[in-house]
């Protein structure tokens, strides 16, 4: 084929530009797609799934002790404990250790700010997207199950619906212990600001989500903090939007809202519906 | 018998319907390559999940820039993003203008008429709704440069109108009042057949036949199916729509790309993936070098090929957006649109990348593509990234663009032969 080739200046210009350019972007692609694998890889190879708690307000990230002590006692497989400290000004500093070999850590985040509050559950909710962007970075398991105690629960509620979908994480099971998702309303026929954008941001909720949200009762009702109308409100919020919707009330000892999260009963309860199948069977505690 | 078809072709290029839109087309560049630039910066460079920010590691600093990036896709919404209706407009004008009738009328009567045109179908009223809220988002396909054939044709057919009633009307009286009449009628026309157009869609037309593509397109993965898909999408887009495959979802993972990414992941390996010929495996790895119809070869081969000044111009407007797969300055600068000529290279040249892709995809010379690259990555790199930075799949692509040049250069040297006798039977217009 005769090609008279009509501008070669413009077509060694042309091509230089072309091979150029993309050489010189070869190269950091070529990091960025050898990063972005490896970051895949793990992601997808990850078999760790943390149990992550959030306290209530006025509490610390040592909120949980006593009652991960309780889920270790009588078990051959220890579940490690995390704890975070989220500051104000971002800043997170963590305390306790990972075990290596540990899949199912448990990992809770305390906040500086702890007040009680919409304006501040808000803010604890963003922060904990912060805490958890971190978390992944660190250790990259893409699911987990979310434990929260009081204010935690609705700190988790404010998360899932409005940062939860910015991770790439999925989150399996949800449970709430005494959760007030009408403050402290009685009636939930007064519906506060909190949960009436609660129901109305419930479409963002994840379908396959599995929600546990527990009431303690010392009377009929209430659990001598939080009335057992408002936890029970939870269900305006997550019953026909997620899968599995499990409402269930503790009574008896330790079922006053401070002692909740020590209470047995719970702690076979968080045994048998948050922790993994494959952790559980090698866990004797429940077979006494 | 070329010299026949060449002639033949410039015969149609003659008819009004294509001088008046090649005229507008020209009008419409200057805004055109302004909001491709920022369509093509804001993507690849301010976007922090963009290809420039994320191999660059800036991902953080760029979310300085939000602002920037929502200017400058206000730019671009309010510049190709209303392409069509401004071809309406304009298209009106130039056609009353070369069949020497009354221009002041006509443009704005083209322009509101596609949009009623465009608006009724949807359902939309666009005047009492915020401009982002989402069931605008139906009409914005069809005002944008993917509606720019019916723009087109509406300011052509509401011209045609006007000629006819200023033919055969009965002519007097002051013009504001003169218009009324052809006005109402191009008016009451796009009720008529935009009510014609609700009426299908609400007996379910439209959404079966998209319904029934895309769970075509999704569910089945084969060499074939991803052949199809690109040259329908090749077709449409030469006459100014958008096809299955295009631009905007070129990194969106499929649920067949990510299925392939989850299985190389599994298996360590990118070499043995369920679906090695995906659209984005093929497709967007070795088809779309400089946007659909692989325009960046088409580049050189004019390059190589031509003195005429106003195409190398369109080419160097064209290449900083090309290199990020954008090619709607060739598409109206050259024009690619409605030109014969191209048709066949724009429709064929994805085509054969695909087959030649694929076969050395079988032979295990060169991987598939598993892993998703980030928005607005250059074409001829696509492939590199997504298989995580494999050479042979860097050398196939380069061979490929040097293959698809010289399949493009007897298609540019025939388009300067119809240019050539255009220009000496009907003087110098362009």
């Known amino acids: ?233 939870g269900k305006y919020i997550y019953q026909h939007r997620v899968d599995h919707f499990t409402e269930m009330t503790v009574t008896g000892d330790d079922a006053q809202h401070s002692d909740l999260p020590q209470n047995q009963e719970i702690i076979n309860l968080i045994q048998d519906n948050i922790i993994d199948k494959t952790n559980k069977k090698m866990n004797p505690a429940r077979m006494q | 018998m070329m010299r026949k078809f060449a002639d033949r072709l410039v015969w149609f290029r003659r008819r009004l319907f294509f001088r008046a839109s090649r005229e507008t087309m020209t009008i419409l560049i200057p805004f055109l390559i302004i909001g491709t630039f920022s369509i093509v910066i804001a993507n690849s460079f301010l976007t922090p999940s963009g290809f420039g920010a994320s191999i660059l590691h800036i991902g953080d600093f760029v979310d300085n820039f939000k602002v920037i990036n929502r200017v400058l896709n206000l730019i671009t919404s309010w510049t190709t993003g209303l392409l069509a209706l401004f071809a309406s407009f304009k298209n009106a004008e130039v056609t009353a203008r070369l069949k020497h009738n009354e221009t002041r009328f006509v443009g704005l009567a083209g322009m509101i008429t596609y949009i009623i045109l465009v608006c009724l179908p949807t359902g939309v009223l666009p005047l009492k709704m915020p401009i982002d809220s989402s069931p605008l988002a139906a009409i914005r396909g069809p005002l944008s440069i993917q509606g720019l054939l019916l723009g087109l044709i509406v300011g052509y057919l509401v011209a045609q109108i006007f000629s006819y009633y200023e033919e055969h009307g009965k002519v ?72 299955p495959f295009d631009y905007s979802d070129a990194t969106q993972s499929s649920v067949l790309a990510s299925q392939n990414a989850i299985y190389a992941l599994q298996h360590n390996s990118i070499w043995k993936v369920p679906y090695p010929f995906s659209q984005l495996a093929l497709y967007h790895s070795y088809a779309t070098y400089g946007g659909v119809g692989a325009t960046l070869a088409l580049m050189i081969a004019i390059v190589i090929m031509t003195r005429n000044k106003k195409d190398l111009l369109t080419v160097r407007w064209g290449l900083f957006p090309a290199l990020f797969n954008s090619n709607s300055i060739l598409m109206l600068g050259l024009p690619i649109f409605f030109n014969v000529v191209y048709l066949v290279p724009f429709v064929l040249v994805p085509v054969i990348n695909m087959l030649v892709a694929a076969a050395l995809i079988t032979m295990h010379i060169i991987p598939p593509v598993p892993f998703p690259v980030p928005n607005g990555t250059p074409g001829p790199l696509i492939a590199f990234v997504g298989t995580s930075g494999n050479f042979s799949a860097l050398i196939a692509g380069v061979l490929i663009l040097a293959m698809d040049v010289f399949i493009y250069l007897p298609f540019v040297k025939f388009n300067n032969h119809v240019n050539n006798i255009y220009r000496l039977t009907h003087g110098k217009e362009e």
């Open chain 1, 1 to 233: 084929m005769g090609i008279r080739i009509r501008n070669k200046k413009s077509l060694i210009r042309l091509i230089s530009i072309i091979v150029l350019s993309i050489a010189v972007l070869a190269v950091p692609s070529y990091v960025w797609a050898k990063d972005n694998t490896k970051y895949l890889s793990k992601m997808y190879t990850s078999k760790m799934s943390p149990i992550i708690m959030i306290p209530g307000s006025s509490a610390t990230e040592n909120r949980f002790d006593s009652l991960v002590d309780k889920l270790n006692k009588n078990t051959r497989t220890k579940h490690s404990l995390l704890k975070l400290k989220v500051y104000n000004s971002g800043k997170i500093v963590y305390s306790g250790q990972l075990n290596n070999r540990d899949t199912e850590p448990i990992i809770v985040v305390g906040f500086e700010n702890n007040h009680d509050g919409y304006s501040n559950i808000k803010l604890q909710a963003k922060m904990f997207s912060q805490a958890l962007t971190d978390l992944q970075d660190k250790y990259r398991f893409n699911n987990f199950k979310g434990i929260g105690h009081s204010n935690g629960g609705l700190i988790y509620t404010e998360f899932i619906e409005n940062y939860l979908s910015d991770h790439d994480v999925k989150m399996k099971k949800l449970m709430t212990i005494g959760s007030p998702y009408n403050f402290s309303e009685r009636s939930t026929r007064n519906k506060t600001e909190m949960l009436a954008n609660f129901i109305k941001n419930k479409d963002k909720i994840p379908q396959n989500l599995i929600v546990f949200s527990i009431a303690g009762t010392q009377n009929y009702t209430s659990d001598g903090l939080v009335p057992e109308n408002s936890v029970r409100a």
């Open chain 2, 172 to 243: 007097g009286g002051n013009v504001e009042y003169k218009f009324l009449w052809p006005i109402s009628i191009s008016f009451l026309m796009a009720i008529i057949f935009g009510g014609f157009l609700l009426w299908l869609n609400n007996i379910g037309v439209f959404s079966a036949l998209s319904t029934g593509i895309r769970s075509y397109s999704s569910q089945k993965d084969g060499l074939m199916l991803t052949i199809v898909g690109s040259i329908m999408t090749g077709i449409l887009n030469w006459i100014g729509l958008s096809g």
